[in-house]
């Protein structure tokens, strides 16, 4: 670390007793007693448990489910499960491992991981990740309790439309799906951007991007790939919802919809969606297997690489998922070769594995049983995918056993037996306790032969015919040996999980204390108690601290920022590229704000299922207060004086500041955000370009009136733009009254154009229930509507907080935030201005 | 047995087959795309026995690669592992595999060439087919009726959710999609009767989607057509 030249040589600070800061650091940052400091938690350790405790419970239902579907398809006519059912547990079974298991285990993972491997003490948002845990659970309910009322959704994890819509499938299964998840995925935008702004700003002192462990590299380009991949899946999901509540047909052909945009959008999403989950699988075996084989990696920045090309390259071959729907053959070549050539990355650092393990001496510990088993299947899913890339054998394979077969060749192989490695590898680190013998390695073997022994000879049962998702085949009786093999060897790989599961729990309860650092890693999660103490770090590692032997040194307080002699939750943060030390940042402390927010989105949520839609008003406005109440708790109401980091070293706190954590946030977000948009601009480019039902009838509005009506949204917009930035000089100069008139003219403004939106979604808009035309219009407004809505908000936050004194001269408060959403908003709102009139121009 | 035969590349089934009695009614072959009974499935089966030897051997590498990794520790040339397996070694196969994939899709694409047109219209949960009878078009249910030897093109569509429609021995699937019509290139090599289905989940009848497709020899078209459906109208 001797070369970090950029960053100026830091001192250590004097060693303390470490007994005395640990009780001061842990009456700080520890939760509150008993379940109501549950409740209330907002730690990094505790929520990222949390989060893999109840994904693990998620895993377990989503098993049951699969142990069901194969004593269905035992026999050729089983009787077990009537054919609606059946629907309803297949669909569940996918999408509680999608969405419920694999997401929330590596955003638990990576919450509960990355502060540790980077020497800081929490993430940097940390009531957001309680808001995440609780979005994830309230949402992941509301899709068991729908499972056991017997309304489950039933048409696929994927959702196709028209099947999806409301005309094929009435009732409320596939409301709950769509809300569900949609409710879920709110936890995942918010994992996207903590572990985003963490990674780049939260690094210790002098820890380069070049120089950070191999995990944090993969969990960066996992977060990035959420927040690029997730929006179109939401914005997909919105849209069909939309469709079944209010009938705007944007998938319904007849009037200027396509059924094909819901898979594009289904799949832009889908695929990335491999990806991310693989990423963090493979992020554990960068970090385990050089540690198992008392080596380094091979190939450290041709892994990094590897990342950067998977992160770009997933985001071209969705079609791959779509080479049955008549495609031009142009296309499907293009996707072709690019669904070929995303091995290439992978392949990298399959090999680079292989090659550290050449280069060191594997020990064949349990997790090294794991990782092997990870080989074995992986290579073997890995390859079959790239059979099913070549266009002329997917039109054979496609929705066949084939893919049942390789799709968890891939996912068992490429993130659960991964997973599984993890556990056994950090259990002494989460629990400081030590494995019971014996016991792993047999539920390893036995979960390994149950596995190959279900999925293996369904290649065979796919080419043989069978396709996916029937419940009986009694003209196929060639196909009965093969599904029975597979029922028999699926409840081998049950017990073998159920087994894994004991040896958990029981080297919880009764495992002996472990060794401080049992595997002699290198990384930062061992220079720490066992278990993790609330704040991680005593003091946060300087350069030459980054190791698991500055344990002691660390904490005795010789490095940054030790103790929390002020009272309150504080880090360190750096800049992104080379950790070069920038401020120090205060956290919030425990609170239920993030409980309540989430119950007051479910309850959004709940009343759109109900189909009250009148009643979801006074549920969003009660989101609009605790968001309003959760800005307020970051508000600091004077100056503060720099803080002594090291000796020599002051920094000032974040309030005093302009790139915060929240600025940097706030862009991961508007990236997010903008995707969204951006995959609307594809729909409506797609469906007006691809789909069958246009053009449009002409519109019966789009006069003059209507176009002085959008400029003038825009006009009051772009004031807003320069409103908020007369403010902040106003503030600089010290013209603490002028800085308030600034907000409040961008607040009048701003409600001037919600103003304008909402006369114009009354009275200018065509029926969007017509063509797909108008609906897409409504949804450009409604877009626009919300965004004034919430820089509105931004502007009366600001004007509140220089009526109260917190905007100052060296305090910009809220301002920066709200400059960047204005922006934003006049932006997006300009393009969609720009497309309506082309639209009205074109017809 | 005949499951094991199913198994086996289809020049040496086809030998073996002449020893087995066929002696089943209805489908022969059921829907395995590795008994093919047309060039398209042949060349795709093909194409499948070679991926399948190639992905073998790859995995016995990485098998053969690991074993030998439990030994003492070795001097390694990183760049060796990452650009010259991981990088070269793969982009060599993967390319091979590309080639193949995309020479086998031109051969099989529908082309411009007088073949038979026949219609297959989805719907929950059935088919209607339109076959060119001597006097018109002639539809039929659940059955469609081809010439052997003889390349047809089936226009897929659909009335209400997305089905698709798969013939394995005969040819890979195409989606059935509300709005639009689909064309896949098919061709059977003798008279017979074989097995189709529904291969794109549609709700509670999925399973039992399923459709036949009889084979007439190419010199009895139409006429056999007539005769099968009974008259020019059903």
Redesign the interface.
């Known amino acids: 670390m001797s070369e970090a030249k950029f960053v100026p040589e830091i001192a250590p600070n004097p060693p303390q007793r470490a007994l005395a800061l640990h009780r001061q650091l842990d009456r700080v940052w520890a939760n509150g007693p008993g379940l109501w400091g549950q409740i209330t938690a907002v730690n990094h350790t505790t929520l990222g448990l949390r989060f893999m405790g109840t994904a693990l419970i998620f895993f377990a239902i989503g098993g049951i489910l699969a142990m069901l579907i194969r004593a269905q398809l035992a026999t050729p006519q089983g009787a077990f499960l009537d054919?609606?059912l059946y629907?309803q547990f297949f669909t569940m079974h996918g999408s509680i491992m999608m969405f419920l298991f694999a997401i929330p285990m590596l955003e638990g993972l990576a919450i509960y991981m990355l502060p540790k491997i980077l020497g800081t003490r929490d993430m940097a948002f940390p009531r957001l990740t309680a808001l995440g845990y609780w979005c994830y659970l309230f949402g992941g309910l509301i899709l068991l309790i729908a499972l056991f009322a017997g309304v489950a959704p039933r048409?696929?994890w994927f959702m196709?439309t028209?099947?999806s819509s409301a005309t094929?499938s009435p009732g409320i299964n596939a409301d709950v799906w769509l809300l569900g998840i949609t409710f879920v995925e709110i936890s995942a935008i918010c994992a996207a951007v903590e572990i985003t702004v963490t990674i780049l700003r939260q690094r210790a002192p002098g820890m380069k991007l070049t120089q950070m462990p191999l995990l944090a590299w993969y969990m960066l380009g996992t977060s990035a790939m959420m927040l690029v991949g997730f929006p179109p899946l939401i914005l997909g999901s919105i849209l069909l919802e939309v469709e079944r509540a209010f009938d705007w047909p944007f998938f319904d052909?007849?009037r200027g919809g396509?059924?094909?945009l819901w898979q594009h959008l289904f799949w832009l999403f889908g695929h990335p969606e491999v990806y991310i989950i693989f990423l963090p699988a493979a992020g554990v075996l960068s970090t385990i297997i050089p540690v198992l084989c008392?080596?380094t990696i091979?190939?450290y920045g041709?892994?990094v690489a590897?990342i950067v090309a998977l992160v770009f390259l997933s985001f071209g071959l969705w079609v791959h998922h779509m080479f049955?729907?008549?495609i031009p053959?142009m296309a499907?070549?293009f996707f072709?070769?690019a669904s070929?050539?995303v091995?290439?990355p992978t392949?990298?650092?399959?090999?680079?594995w292989?090659?550290t393990?050449?280069?060191?001496?594997?020990q064949?510990r349990l997790p090294m049983l794991h990782v092997?088993g990870f080989?074995?299947t992986f290579?073997?899913g890995g390859?079959?995918g790239?059979?099913l890339?070549?266009?002329?054998?997917?039109?054979?394979?496609?929705?066949?056993a084939f893919v049942t077969a390789h799709l968890h060749y891939v996912l068992i192989g490429g993130f659960v037996f991964p997973m599984m490695a993890a556990a056994t590898y950090w259990m002494p680190q989460i629990t400081g306790r030590a494995p019971i013998k014996g016991l792993g390695a047999a539920a390893f073997w036995v979960i390994l032969i149950g596995f190959h022994g279900t999925f293996f000879i369904m290649h065979?049962t796919g080419?043989?015919?069978?396709?996916?998702?029937?419940?009986?085949?009694p003209?196929?009786p060639?196909w009965t040996?093969l599904n029975l093999t597979s029922s028999i060897f699926g409840f081998v790989m049950t017990i073998g999980f159920a087994l894994f599961a004991l040896d958990l729990i029981l080297q919880a309860l009764m495992g002996r204390r472990t060794a401080r650092n049992p595997w002699r890693a290198p990384t930062l999660e061992w220079a720490m108690l066992l278990p993790t103490p609330s704040y991680t770090f005593a003091s946060l590692p300087l350069p030459q601290q980054q190791d698991a032997q500055a344990r002691l040194t660390l904490a005795r307080g010789e490095g940054a920022l030790p103790g929390a002699a002020r009272g309150v939750r504080e880090l360190l943060v750096t800049d992104a590229g080379t950790a070069r030390p920038d401020h120090v940042a205060v956290l919030p402390g425990n609170s239920a704000l993030p409980l309540g927010l989430a119950a007051a989105i479910g309850l959004f949520v709940l009343m759109m299922l109900a189909g009250l839609y009148w009643l979801t008003l006074p549920a969003l406005a009660l989101v609009a207060a605790l968001v309003w109440r959760w800005g307020r708790g970051m508000a600091f109401t004077r100056d503060h004086a720099p803080v002594t980091v090291a000796p020599g070293l002051d920094l000032p706190v974040q309030c005093h500041t302009p790139m915060t954590l929240s600025h940097t946030g706030a862009v991961c977000l508007l990236v997010a955000n903008g995707t969204l948009f951006a995959s609307l601009l594809f729909g409506v480019g797609f469906l007006s370009v691809v789909?069958?039902?246009w053009p449009a009838p002409p519109p019966g509005h789009g006069g003059v009136a209507e176009a002085w009506m959008i400029g003038a949204t825009l006009v009051a917009l772009v004031f807003g733009a320069f409103a908020v930035r007369l403010a902040d000089r106003a503030r600089r100069s010290g013209a603490g009254m002028l800085a308030g008139a600034g907000a409040g003219a961008g607040f009048v403004s701003n409600l001037v154009a919600l103003a304008l939106i909402a006369w114009l979604a009354g009275t200018a808009l065509d029926d969007p229930t017509g063509h797909a035309r108008d609906a897409l219009r409504g949804v450009l407004a409604g877009y626009v509507g919300l965004h004034a809505f919430i820089v509105t908000g931004f502007a009366a936050f600001a004007f509140d907080q220089a009526r109260r004194g917190e905007i100052a001269p060296s305090r910009p408060g809220s301002l920066p935030g709200w400059r960047l959403w204005q922006d934003y908003t006049a932006a997006t709102a300009l393009i969609a201005a720009a497309i309506v009139l082309w639209q009205g121009g074109a017809a | 047995m005949?499951?094991l035969l199913?198994?086996l590349p289809h020049p040496i089934k086809r030998f073996a087959l002449l020893t087995v009695p066929l002696g089943l009614a209805?489908c022969e072959g059921?829907?395995?795309?590795?008994a093919p009974a047309g060039p398209v499935?042949a060349?795709?089966a093909w194409?499948?026995w070679a991926?399948l030897a190639g992905?073998t051997l790859?995995?016995l590498l990485?098998?053969v690669?690991?074993v030998?990794?439990?030994?003492?520790?070795?001097?390694?040339s990183?760049?060796?592992?990452?650009?010259g397996?991981?990088?070269w070694?793969?982009?060599g196969i993967?390319t091979s595999?590309?080639i193949?994939?995309?020479w086998?899709?031109e051969r099989?694409?529908p082309r411009d060439d007088g073949a038979v047109e026949v219609e297959a219209h989805a719907y929950?949960w059935g088919w209607r087919f339109t076959q060119p009878g001597a006097d018109g078009p002639v539809e039929t249910d659940g059955v469609l009726h081809i010439p052997a030897n003889r390349p047809v093109d089936v226009l897929v569509t659909t009335e209400?959710?997305?089905h698709?429609f798969?013939v394995?021995r005969l040819?890979?699937?195409?989606?059935a999609?509300?709005?639009?019509i689909?064309?896949l290139r098919l061709q059977a090599d003798v008279p017979g009767t074989l097995?189709g289905?529904?291969?794109?989940?549609?709700?509670?009848g999925?399973?039992?989607m399923?459709f036949e497709v009889i084979v007439h020899a190419d010199e009895d078209w139409p006429d056999a057509l007539a005769a099968a459906t009974g008259g020019a109208d059903e």
Not at chain 1, 347 to 352: R, T, Y
């Open positions: 054919t609606d629907n048409d696929g196709y028209p099947l094929y052909v007849a396509d059924p094909l008392r080596t091979v190939g041709a892994i590897a049955t729907v008549g053959h499907l070549a072709s070769a070929v050539l091995a290439v392949a990298v650092q399959v090999f680079a292989i090659g393990m050449w280069k060191g001496q594997p064949l092997l080989f074995l290579v073997m390859l079959t790239v059979m890339a070549i266009v002329p054998f997917n039109w054979q394979a496609h929705d066949t065979l080419l043989m015919g069978m396709p996916r998702r029937i419940d009986v085949y003209a196929n060639e040996w789909a069958p039902g | 005949r499951v199913d198994v209805g059921g829907l395995s795309a590795l499935a060349d795709i194409l499948w991926m992905a790859l995995t990485v098998v690669l690991l030998l990794a439990f030994g003492p520790p070795r001097a390694v990183d760049r060796r592992w990452t650009h397996l991981g990088l070694f793969s982009l993967l595999v590309l193949a994939g995309l086998v899709g099989i694409l929950q209400d959710v997305i698709a798969w394995p040819a890979g699937k195409i989606d999609i509300p709005g639009r689909n064309r097995s289905t529904c291969a794109e989940f549609c709700g509670i999925h399973a039992g399923r």
